[in-house]
């Protein structure tokens, strides 16, 4: 396992939390308005989002290399977008059983092995979201179908694992949870860590 070196320690004096207003609050997110003391010792004024759920990402991959995308419009945006299948976790469930469930929900598919592959924060300058993502192996179909959310018209595409990361390369799937679980898969691929006919499948 990767050594994490010196140089990674935390250097200067931490921001400091003063005062904090709720601004606006959802099932999903809180906004508040806070003052705070910047590591340079000056006030500030920080607008910060909370989010309710950790992010989780699944990254299911057949045994012949391929992936599945999930196509649906996204509304911040106002566009199409292909992603990895993804959702939120509440913050006291197990980020697995979400990853599960959203799977399952999202594809129609159940896991025999599933790994945490990453985990990172998302736009850490105005928000505290976590995405924890998961490598899906030894897929097949759900006994039972799970409810789909009653928000979401979806589409699914099976792609060879190579056209999807270098399709993410190219910018045509932007979603940010999708580019690093791609390539995190393909480190992994490349690195060794996956089992050899997977990992051949996916970089072929």
């Given at each position: 396992?990767?050594?994490?070196?010196?140089?990674?320690?935390?250097?200067?004096?931490?921001?400091?939390?003063?005062?904090e207003?709720?601004?606006?609050?959802?099932?999903?997110?809180?906004?508040?308005?806070?003052?705070?003391?910047?590591?340079?010792?000056?006030?500030?004024?920080?607008?910060?989002?909370?989010?309710?759920?950790?992010?989780?990402?699944?990254?299911?991959?057949?045994?012949?290399?391929?992936?599945?995308?999930?196509?649906?419009?996204?509304?911040?945006?106002?566009?199409y977008?292909?992603?990895?299948?993804?959702?939120?976790?509440?913050l006291?469930?197990?980020?697995?059983?979400?990853?599960?469930?959203?799977?399952?929900?999202?594809?129609g598919?159940?896991?025999?092995?599933?790994?945490?592959?990453?985990?990172?924060?998302?736009?850490?300058?105005?928000?505290?979201?976590?995405?924890?993502?998961?490598?899906?192996?030894?897929?097949?179909?759900?006994?039972?179908?799970?409810?789909?959310?009653?928000?979401e018209?979806?589409?699914?595409?099976?792609?060879?694992?190579?056209?999807?990361?270098?399709?993410?390369?190219?910018?045509?799937?932007?979603?940010?949870?999708?580019?690093?679980?791609?390539?995190?898969?393909?480190?992994?691929?490349?690195?060794?860590?996956?089992?050899?006919?997977?990992?051949?499948?996916?970089?072929?």
């Amino acid at each position: 396992m990767l050594q994490k070196p010196a140089w990674l320690r935390p250097h200067g004096t931490p921001w400091k939390a003063g005062d904090e207003q709720l601004v606006y609050e959802s099932g999903w997110i809180r906004v508040t308005d806070q003052t705070a003391t910047a590591p340079t010792g000056n006030p500030a004024r920080y607008g910060l989002v909370r989010f309710k759920n950790v992010a989780v990402a699944v990254l299911p991959v057949h045994e012949d290399g391929t992936v599945v995308l999930v196509g649906q419009h996204r509304f911040p945006h106002g566009d199409y977008s292909w992603e990895l299948p993804e959702g939120g976790a509440p913050l006291d469930e197990d980020p697995l059983a979400g990853a599960r469930r959203e799977l399952a929900e999202e594809t129609g598919l159940a896991a025999a092995e599933w790994r945490q592959i990453l985990k990172t924060q998302l736009s850490n300058s105005v928000t505290d979201e976590w995405m924890i993502g998961y490598l899906a192996l030894g897929l097949s179909d759900v006994p039972v179908a799970h409810p789909a959310d009653d928000t979401e018209a979806i589409t699914l595409v099976r792609v060879p694992f190579r056209e999807a990361l270098d399709l993410a390369m190219a910018g045509y799937l932007p979603d940010m949870l999708t580019v690093a679980m791609l390539l995190r898969g393909y480190h992994m691929a490349s690195e060794g860590s996956l089992p050899g006919a997977v990992a051949r499948a996916m970089l072929r």
